[in-house]
């Protein structure tokens, strides 16, 4: 199992089309996923690319076999779908530790898919994840949506807590891995590091 520390995943729609973000849960040799909304998918039996972070191996895209269906335990959890996935084949693993970061201080106004809406600090970034400061809690697994112009263009990004530190009271710092990001993104973002990456060195 490639598998070993992955909470959240990306899947897109057979035609090519980012479609949905899900959470993950692996049990055994079995993986499942859970939905909010699965709009983007017109088939209940699909095969298509899943894109799956994990902690410990990077970011893992692969060819799946989904099954859909509705959760039946949607009363004890937050997702109303779920579907049984079977990886078919593994195309490529990314590691984003060694990603350029750079310091910032951008004030964020983010939504919590599980929390609603909080002010975020963004202190660090790179083209894998975001270093914020919140007094919103959170824990590892939960994920958020912020938009923020970095240079031209107005992004709408998702990211997901890898781990955290309590800095006082009221205050913690996370460090978070984006999810889904588009190629188009990873460009921006990346043009953005490097534009301060310059700044910072004259």
């Known amino acids: 199992m490639i598998l070993t520390d992955c909470e959240r995943c990306f899947v897109y729609a057979p035609n090519g089309q980012m479609a949905c973000s899900g959470r993950v849960s692996v049990v055994g040799e079995n993986i499942f996923l859970y939905f909010q909304d699965i709009r983007g998918f017109q088939d209940a039996h699909i095969r298509t690319q899943v894109e799956f972070f994990d902690s410990s191996a990077g970011i893992v895209r692969a060819d799946c076999e989904l099954l859909i269906q509705e959760n039946r335990h949607y009363r004890d959890m937050v997702e109303p779908w779920m579907a049984r996935c079977r990886i078919q084949k593994i195309g490529k693993i990314v590691q984003r530790q060694k990603d350029p970061r750079v310091r910032t201080n951008v004030e964020l106004a983010c939504v919590s898919l599980k929390h609603g809406p909080f002010v975020a600090s963004l202190r660090n970034i790179s083209v894998g994840g975001i270093y914020i400061l919140t007094d ?46 588009s190629e188009s993104d990873q460009r921006e973002i990346g043009r953005y590091v490097a534009q301060r990456q310059a700044k910072q060195r004259s």
């Not at 955290?164 to 889904?180: I, N």
């Open 136 to 181: 919103q809690r959170m824990e590892k697994g939960d994920a958020f949506l912020f938009t923020h112009s970095f240079l031209e263009d107005r992004l709408r990004l998702e990211a997901s807590v890898l781990w955290s530190k309590k800095l006082s009271d009221r205050e913690a710092g996370y460090g978070c891995r984006f999810v889904g990001l």
